[in-house]
């Protein structure tokens, strides 16, 4: 992110890069959460380096997630710029007092007279063995929380600058969600290497949307509304409905979860008429569900639509059991199919 | 205003006339307030602070202007003690729209100048940690304080805090007023072992305290905030005390003669012999014609309109 | 509850003769939570007499919600059958990780070789002027959690019966809703009093549903799907929109909240075609947003639809704020008649 | 199982025998585990219990056969101490269908008879109270052990779960094993004050180790088990012990010169020298024959099918 800085390859280095350059930038800037020193740098290594940096401005905490969440709340009253991290997405069920009853209610509550600048970032997801209780997608538990706005970075909307901005320019606080399999993913870039097919039209400024569609295309055939990870696993099957079925999908890449603002995706279904959502969470009031809601609600033409997402059920340590709860690319596929009235191999 | 050598005789007069006075706005603001709600004028619930005046009109006599304040459900008492506008603060309460939050907040969601409050027991304690931890890194040398109820200590959050407070030698004041009831329930029924071990465990100085007269509330708050703001280091003041007024409204399942004996520890009995008739007078005069200004103003004012609850469109409307 | 006790005549009746009656058949029941005592019998009185007739069973707890609802997954676990009291429904944030990543994981994790029989009761809602850590109607964040139930009573279904059922005949954690405004409610029956116009079905044993329709009625114009407190306005916006607008509308009232068993809505929905869910939690990813998003996706025929709900704010203190905010009379009319086609007077 | 008074010599020796290969199945369990992820053929991650084998092995040797145990993230130890199934363990480790929780749960999920396990830290204590409570209001005589690591002396639903125990005088265990680390953070950097200090200020009796002999564990244990089982009332054991391993797989950034002297803390070296070489190489001949008939087995074992995950459909498929 620096002016030096070769530029980063991955959504680590982009996420790690905007950190340092936040901190460089900023005396404001603190990060505070458990592990986060180096030469760990996070049990994600999201950290690494910062605190060789600015061992002022690194807090490691105890094992305390509602205290690193309160204590950085506290902090983000008093106009400092907070950066918490919570080891594991599952631990945000121990901050959710904090996050909700706190950290989002203030601003409004005290009608206008405080804000809270503070960014609590996460890793979720599974697909590493780790098992029921670290490996859960549970971000949507926090959509529509009143006051509280809720990012995801992907591999293809540049992850750092989401970061600056929910740390830079956001003064609500923002829950920042990292899918662990993101990490290495190299980024991506319309038009070039696996999204060579893809072209791209980007809409909003903070925390962007991208429709992309194939390029050169006819008009598509489906919409498909994703977010974070899933679009590793949409822009696959995307390809493949290409390749295997000649079916055209249009996808809508999101990166603020909530509020939900969905201008792009009402667009691009007026063109489609169908909407297949995918996400890793579970099924039942996933972020899929307020997104088929609002359209079915908004839509001058009837909608048809189809969700992917886990089962409702923990996630197993098995990898059989794991890989039969999580949405993978069949799954996608065979729901566009369905929808575009195409025979399901 | 931080602790002084032994005042001038004239001094130590004006100082328990000005103490006596501010107790004896938060007596009657309170007693104004439930009467209200009997009247009908007052909606949703409040928690007096009736008995335990001294608390906080001793620590804010002893506390820099510049410090902050975290209170909790029962904070109508430390608001006043901390300098809060009396109109504001029953005009919040009304829901008026020039309530201190708007109408937004109500009893128990206050914020005015360096002063906050929350009603879910315990979260406020990281909060005001991590205001001290800010206050720290900017060195600005604020102080600040938290309330906490002895019923709070049920909370697990507040142990996660006293930590954090410790290892990071954060400027904060733990207020434990200790009036021995959660709501309803006796505190031999839900705190085990010792309130002011439990600080110690964490490496936290404290200071117990069993009386309500708000001179040796206010002695006990000097020292300890000098001991915060110079070291700089957290501490915990444990202040035994007295609910003469049901935990809410008309809530109070507690004994008749336990109530009684209760009477005794009034803040107001102990202090008010400090002053003269004449005085005392005086004060209730003075209070009166503030919380009358207050409260009528407070009345006439116009509720807060729908169009101000914000940008957030309702649906299917 | 109990064969000598007079019918109970309000939902707090109800609910408290069924404690009664549960603790009285089996030694296995206990109560736990916070000023559950007699006296006092519990912030909304739901626990009354309780501890006088059960001493050594009405087990009154510190201010630890994450602990109450642990210890009492602990005893269900171990057999016993208990009934955690969440003072508010605002504190189940402090208890979020005990319900998610404890008690409602264990039985699957453990692969079935545990369960936990545990019921968290808990009263929710504003209306009351409580402001914004006390009105809060949170239960949609608990919707979908994998191996939890929700569970609402109302006036008309038996508050009592299902509250039995869910500690009684319920081996799986049952998180119990209860809004505040429907203690003092009078039971209701379909047929009879302010119900004289309805006629009700009955669908399901243990947490049924019903589906009342006006009495010797045309076909309805519109289904209204909802629960709780909901049903008093959309009872009371029925009849006026039969009254004052001739249109018809059939209400389909749940009781169990998650998991999502929506066939009697499908079946109203086959015969309406247009859906209005009313509910008092927030709008984004309320209850309304999975039953719109499940309708739209298995309907053979496309469903119109519109949600009435809270705005996505918290909850003021000011009475006109919060009546701003939550869903009015008003709004159920508004939606009825716009889907309905008919200008929204 | 329970205390008893000075042993015969042959008692003792068979003692001593079967206590070292107790530890020494847990070690070498850990060890092939290890093993195994390097080899491709487990997924996921692991808290080995390396070094700190004589907590279990000695408490579970006093124990009671119809005791409860809880356990956190590093349970394998505890798992084997207790009389878990060994194959059973290995299998569910590699997500086999034959595992004891179905290849469900893994590393950090376990049930087996009366022992649990979760992975969240802390989150694990107001069960275990929940169960003692249960326990002794069907006056089982069972008592829960809980287990602990110093840095889940940082959520605050531990302190909430000590002040319910102490309370209710509930039957448990509190088992605090004090490697002086969370996964990378040194204690200093994340407890203040005095860990016993924090169990007693919450009125709980507690007993401070600083060893790694089996037999002291034992003895302390007895004492702490008889205390909780004969008032009943919790009791809290305090364990100073040396984790010999990285945190869970590569992660250790401890300083070399600090591991090799918590080397001199292996109990298997403490108390390897009470048994003679024969005696010692039976035990490692015996562990390794019972290692590899529960790893071969498991390794052959099928997966779990999909199929297996219960009714719940999963939609678009
Ligand atoms: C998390 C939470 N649980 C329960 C309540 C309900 N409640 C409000 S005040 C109170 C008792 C508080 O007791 P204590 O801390 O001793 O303060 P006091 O009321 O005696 O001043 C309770 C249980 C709450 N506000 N927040
Ligand atoms: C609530 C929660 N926060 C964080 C973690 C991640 N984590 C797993 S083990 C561990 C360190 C635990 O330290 P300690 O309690 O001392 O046990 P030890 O690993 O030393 O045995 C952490 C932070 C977790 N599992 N649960
Ligand atoms: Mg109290
Ligand atoms: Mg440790």
Do not use: N
């Given at each position: 992110m620096t002016a030096t800085a070769p530029a980063p390859t991955t959504v680590l280095a982009s996420l790690n890069g905007a950190l340092h350059s936040l901190m460089e930038r900023s005396g404001d800037v603190y990060v505070i959460g458990e592990?986060?020193?180096?030469?760990?740098?996070g049990a994600f290594k999201v950290t690494k380096g910062l605190s060789t940096r600015f061992p002022a401005r690194v807090l490691t905490t105890p094992i305390s997630e509602a205290a690193i969440v309160g204590t950085a709340t506290g902090m983000a009253l008093r106009g400092l710029r907070p950066i918490a991290e919570i080891?594991?997405?599952?631990?945000l069920m121990l901050a959710a007092d904090q996050l909700v009853n706190h950290a989002a209610k203030f601003r409004w509550m005290y009608n206008e007279q405080a804000s809270v600048p503070l960014v609590v970032r996460t890793p979720v997801g599974g697909?590493?063995?780790?098992?029921p209780t670290h490996s859960?997608?549970?971000?949507k538990m926090f959509l529509?929380?009143?006051?509280l706005r809720v990012v995801a970075p992907n591999a293809l909307a540049n992850p750092g600058a989401l970061l600056t901005a929910a740390v830079a320019d956001d003064d609500d606080p923002v829950l920042f969600i990292e899918h662990?399999?993101?990490?290495a993913q190299p980024l991506l870039e319309p038009?070039?290497?696996?999204?060579?097919?893809f072209q791209s039209t980007v809409h909003g400024e903070r925390y962007p949307t991208h429709t992309l569609r194939m390029?050169?295309?006819?008009?598509?055939?489906v919409t498909i509304a994703c977010y974070g990870y899933a679009f590793e696993i949409v822009r696959e099957a995307a390809l493949s409905l290409l390749l295997e079925d000649e079916l055209f999908v249009e996808i809508v890449l999101f990166?603020?979860?909530?509020?939900?603002?969905?201008d792009p995706l009402s667009a691009s279904l007026a063109r489609t008429g169908k909407l297949v959502v995918v996400e890793?969470?579970?099924?039942?009031?996933?972020w899929g569900a307020e997104v088929v809601a609002r359209m079915t609600e908004s839509s001058a033409a009837p909608v048809r639509a189809r969700r992917v997402a886990a089962r409702d059920l923990p996630i197993a340590n098995a990898r059989t059991l794991e890989d039969a709860t999580l949405p993978q690319v069949a799954d996608v596929r065979a729901a566009a199919l369905s929808l575009a009235g195409r025979e399901v191999g | 205003m931080t602790l002084t050598a032994t005042p001038s005789a004239e001094a130590a007069r004006a100082l328990d006339a000005e103490l006596y006075e501010r107790m004896l706005l938060i007596r009657r603001f309170e007693e104004r307030l439930l009467d209200e709600f009997s009247k009908g004028r007052l909606f949703g619930t409040t928690h007096a602070y009736i008995g335990q005046e001294a608390n906080a009109v001793g620590l804010f006599d002893v506390a820099d202007a510049g410090d902050i304040a975290f209170s909790n459900h029962r904070c109508h008492g430390h608001y006043l003690a901390y300098g809060g506008d009396i109109h504001a603060l029953a005009a919040e309460l009304m829901g008026k729209?020039?309530?201190?939050?708007g109408g937004r907040g109500g009893s128990q969601h206050i914020c005015f100048r360096n002063f906050y409050s929350n009603g879910?027991?315990?979260?406020?304690v990281p909060v005001a940690s991590g205001i001290a931890l800010a206050e720290k890194l900017k060195q600005s040398g604020r102080v600040t304080i938290v309330f906490l109820g002895?019923?709070?200590?049920?909370?697990g959050v507040v142990y996660e805090s006293l930590n954090i407070a410790s290892l990071w030698q954060l400027p904060i004041l733990f207020v434990l007023e200790n009036n021995r009831y959660a709501q309803t329930t006796p505190i031999r029924l839900n705190l085990a072992g010792d309130i002011a071990a439990r600080f110690e465990a964490f490496g936290i100085d404290t200071t117990t305290l069993d009386t309500t007269d708000v001179l040796q509330v206010r002695d006990a708050a000097a020292r300890a905030l000098q001991h915060v703001r110079e070291r700089p280091a957290p501490a915990a003041l444990v202040l035994g005390t007295h609910r003469l007024c049901a935990h809410s409204k008309g809530d109070d399942t507690r004994d008749a003669a336990e109530l009684a004996a209760s009477r005794a520890f009034d803040p107001l009995a102990i202090?008010?012999?400090?002053?003269?008739d004449a005085q005392r007078a005086r004060a209730e005069d003075s209070v009166r014609s503030a919380l009358n200004d207050a409260f009528e103003r407070a009345i006439a004012d116009p509720f807060p309109l729908?169009?101000?609850?914000?940008?957030t469109p309702r649906r299917a409307r």
């Open positions: 592990d986060v020193l180096d030469p760990y740098g080891m594991f997405g599952d631990f697909r590493r063995g780790y098992g859960q997608t549970l971000e529509g929380v009143p006051g662990k399999l993101l990490y038009g070039r290497g696996s999204l060579s097919e390029a050169g295309a006819r008009a598509a055939d990166t603020q979860l909530s509020p939900f603002e969905l890793e969470g579970g099924l039942t009031l996933g | 729209a020039t309530g201190v939050c879910v027991q315990g979260g406020i002895d019923g709070t200590l049920g909370e202090h008010g012999p400090r002053l003269g729908a169009e101000s609850l914000g940008e």
